[in-house]
């Protein structure tokens, strides 16, 4: 039986022009959204938002197990996934736009064929709930985090864990690669954020300010700065250079679920527990809010040229703003 080679960790890489890229001059940061469409995709609370890099396609994951492809703006099903055996947590799409990777609650992350809708590999090795998934930019790695308070970076050609990362003290809620490096960045329930080498499995540095659970984590387009939210809904953001904090901000008491930057880098979307979707301007600092979800709001993640913001919540929808 042939062995399957492990894939290498590039070491230089640049961005991939066939893809939505917002440029300096063309991208401006908007914050007059308003809601569209609300399209009711699962039985069960939706988890995650993912969008396609070239394509008018969202992927919705959901308590109820499965995931949903789905075109905009007309919000049609195009493929369901079904293989998991408990809640999905996440789903990340490959930079191919091909693939897509979940996790979940039942310790798995899954590697599903996005022409056919079936998956095509599992990675199993974490002994809890994963609760975030990321593609490397070069297409060859996943990475995951889980309550177990490690993380993983799965090898997609050799079908293997290539290291395991220590170091948190509690559940590790969230994980991302800096944009085209080998740098990862993750967020725990510990309260602290930690930034590491993919090469090696090495912690090089933790951020230390949250008095609370951290839940998300994630890195402007251009990687410049890291945006943190926690457990009472503090947003902090983080000079990645330095490696220090710049400013917090509390949109509390509400926790704050997950953060995601504009193309711009200029407006953050935060889905908060209490409903509200909080659009950060960060130039002003003033905060905008968009009402919508009638209860929690769990994801909100903006399309690639920011005309456009998705968000999910626990009564099973995704609504569409514009």
Same mark, same amino acid.
Request: glycine share 6%; charged share 15%.
């Given at each position: 039986m042939k062995t399957k080679k492990d894939s290498k960790f590039p070491t230089d890489m640049q961005p991939n022009s066939n893809l939505y890229l917002c440029k300096k001059n063309n991208c401006q940061a908007k914050l007059d959204y308003k809601l569209k469409n609300i399209f009711r995709l699962h039985e069960l609370p939706v988890s995650c938002v993912a969008v396609h890099p070239s394509k008018d396609i969202l992927v919705s994951c959901g308590e109820d197990h499965v995931w949903k492809a789905v075109g905009f703006p007309k919000g049609n099903v195009l493929l369901t996934g079904v293989d998991h055996t408990d809640w999905l947590s996440t789903c990340c799409f490959h930079p191919s736009g091909n693939k897509l990777a979940t996790s979940s609650g039942d310790t798995t992350v899954k590697l599903w064929d996005l022409?056919?809708?079936?998956?095509?590999?599992?990675?199993?090795?974490? *002994?809890?709930?994963?609760?975030?998934?990321?593609?490397?930019?070069?297409?060859?790695?996943?990475?995951?985090?889980?309550?177990?308070?490690?993380?993983?970076?799965?090898?997609?050609?050799?079908?293997?864990?290539? !290291?395991?990362?220590?170091?948190?003290?509690? *559940?590790?809620?969230?994980?991302?690669?800096?944009? !085209? *490096?080998?740098?990862?960045?993750?967020?725990?329930?510990?309260?602290?954020?930690?930034?590491?080498?993919?090469?090696?499995?090495?912690?090089?540095?933790?951020? !230390?300010?949250?008095?609370?659970?951290v839940n998300d984590a994630t890195f402007t387009p251009r990687g410049h700065m890291i945006a943190s939210c926690d457990s009472c809904g503090v947003i902090k953001l983080w000079d990645f250079r330095k490696l220090l904090p710049i400013v917090s901000i509390d949109t509390g008491p509400s926790p704050g679920n997950e953060v995601n930057f504009d193309p711009s880098g200029q407006v953050l979307a935060q889905a908060s527990g209490n409903g509200v979707i909080h659009l950060l301007d960060l130039k002003s600092g003033q905060i905008h809010k968009l009402i919508g979800h009638e209860n929690e709001a769990h994801t909100a993640v903006f399309s690639h040229d920011g005309e456009s913001l998705f968000s999910g919540g626990s009564e099973g929808t995704v609504q569409t703003w514009s």
């Open positions: 022409f056919k809708g079936n998956c095509v590999l599992t990675f199993e090795g974490h *002994s809890r709930a994963v609760w975030s998934c990321a593609w490397h930019s070069c297409g060859d790695f996943v990475a995951s985090s889980s309550l177990d308070t490690t993380s993983k970076i799965w090898d997609v050609n050799s079908e293997r864990c290539r !290291y395991t990362l220590h170091g948190h003290m509690d *559940s590790v809620n969230s994980i991302e690669f800096f944009p !085209y *490096s080998n740098t990862l960045l993750t967020a725990s329930a510990d309260k602290s954020l930690s930034v590491w080498d993919a090469r090696t499995g090495n912690c090089e540095q933790s951020l !230390y300010g949250h008095m609370h659970s």
